[in-house]
């Protein structure tokens, strides 16, 4: 039946993409998202808690089921890039039309880089000539949804909020076991929303569609900003940092390549902008962690000790099909910033209990270390810290006795030589713009 969807559909003879249509049924809870790709008909799932919608809040709804229909669509478009886009349905105004076209260039930037694409040739989305929906307050609950991850950041959020007193829930868009276990650890309230892509995306991937990285926190932050207004919530709190407005390398033509867009303060803007003006004027999705460098992170989390035992930010635990490792890999870019990162704030033999072994004592791992410091110009394509944390970091462990003998330490702080590098207390002071509501900002 799939194979007969599929049958003929090549990736250079992709003309099309369309925004079928979007279906939500409260009382189960089944959201549906409606596209075609060339004549094939493709759909996304999510499963929110069943629910009454209040009058007030409907349109609101509608909004926001326009905005997760269409900021989802980026993973079936990509597929082929087709150069026309149509909208069978709800369609854009002018200003969420050139929203999204900035979306799709900037969030598939590393996806266009590794398949030697242009994303300023990638289509502008067409316009409507409706005049924009002005959005209203919907008289929201004054609480917050707290995105969980399974790392250390949305653990620090989550102690901050804790701290203050917030009425908070622990939430997780998917259904990865260790972020189910560690919510379940923070909250017996914590919520579970349910993903499923069309399984056709995996058979075009096998017949060579494009594929690649693509920018998937801002579709969770679209299915959490509909989660909020049906579960009655004025917030969702995400734990992204300051460090993930560093590019991750920048291209031939001199343009940012950042794997981390859809978690950087432009897009949070983005977001908090199409809220405000289309969709509830009294919710607002912001980063309590903004103002924070990676390395700020690390030295808080380092006396979170309660969570040592069970968190991790190794990306092999979430795979959409199912974990591919035992917590820490040992061997990826986003485990050797982690251990990085806590280095400086933590005894070798505490990180050994967490990872299961010393990684900064490994000589095969120097290459791994050093790529973080972008001394090329580059990082890894992932969701680590900025080069200059790497490159302090490790500066500071090359004066700590516990640390200052390591393979890897003793490996890599030539290359430091010559390098005016900020001190730790420099890097961990908070700073720098942000969007947290006042009454955040002194959160323990």
């Known amino acids: 039946m799939l194979a007969a969807r ?3 559909w090549q990736r250079s003879a992709s003309r099309c993409f369309a925004f079928v249509g979007h279906h939500y049924d409260p009382a189960s809870g089944l959201v549906e998202l409606d596209y075609r790709l060339d004549g094939i008909d493709l759909q996304e799932r ?14 609101a709804v509608t909004e926001a089921l326009n905005l997760l229909h269409w900021v989802a669509g980026v993973s079936y478009w990509k597929a082929g890039c087709p150069t026309r886009i149509v909208f069978e349905s709800m369609s854009p105004d002018a200003e969420q039309a050139a ?26 989305f067409p316009e409507n000539a409706d005049a924009p929906r002005k959005a209203a307050a919907v008289s929201l609950k004054r609480r917050s949804l707290v995105p969980m991850g399974g790392g250390k950041d949305s653990l620090v959020a989550w102690s901050r909020l804790q701290k203050r ?68 919530y004025d917030r969702v709190v995400f734990a992204n940092e300051r460090s993930a407005d560093e590019a991750t390398l920048h291209d031939d033509q001199g343009r940012p390549v950042n794997h981390q867009f859809s978690k950087s303060l432009v897009f949070e803007q983005m977001l908090d902008q199409w ?59 986003k485990c ?22 010393d990684l900064l004592d490994d000589a095969e791992q120097v290459d791994g270390f050093a790529a973080l410091m972008g001394l090329d110009g580059r990082k890894p ?48 002071r908070p700073g720098g713009p942000h969007l947290i509501p006042s009454e955040l900002l002194d959160a323990p």
């Open 6 to 8: 599929l049958e003929g």
């Open 46 to 59: 999510f499963r929110l808690p069943p629910a009454e919608i209040p009058p007030q809040r409907r349109s």
């Open 99 to 124: 929203w999204l076209t900035d979306l799709y260039r900037c969030g598939l930037a590393e996806f266009a880089y590794c398949n030697g694409l242009d994303p300023a040739g990638f289509p502008a």
């Open 165 to 232: 007193g917030d009425r908070c829930r622990p939430v997780q868009v998917g259904s990865a076991p260790l972020i189910r276990r560690l919510g379940q650890q923070l909250s017996g309230d914590h919520l579970v929303i349910e993903r499923r892509l069309d399984p056709a995306l995996g058979a075009l991937n096998a017949r060579g569609a494009w594929n690649g990285h693509v920018p998937v926190t801002a579709i969770n932050a679209a299915v959490l900003v509909l989660v909020a207004l049906v579960l009655d």
């Open 275 to 333: 809220i405000r003006r289309r969709i509830a004027a009294d919710l607002r999705v912001f980063s309590l962690l903004r103002r924070d460098r990676e390395l700020g992170v690390c030295r808080e989390f380092a006396s979170l000790e309660k969570w040592h035992g069970l968190f991790s930010s190794c990306n092999r635990n979430f795979h959409l099909d199912g974990p591919r490792t035992s917590r820490w890999c040992g061997q990826c870019p």
């Open 336 to 357: 050797h910033f982690v251990f990085l990162g806590l280095a400086p704030f933590m005894t070798p033999s505490a990180l050994v209990r967490i990872f299961g072994r």
């Open 381 to 428: 394509f992932e969701c680590v810290g900025e080069a200059v944390e790497a490159r302090s970091a490790l500066a500071a462990l090359q004066v700590q006795p516990d640390w200052a003998g390591h393979a890897v330490v003793r490996a890599l702080a030539p290359r430091l030589e010559g390098l005016d590098l900020p001190s730790l207390e420099q890097l961990c």
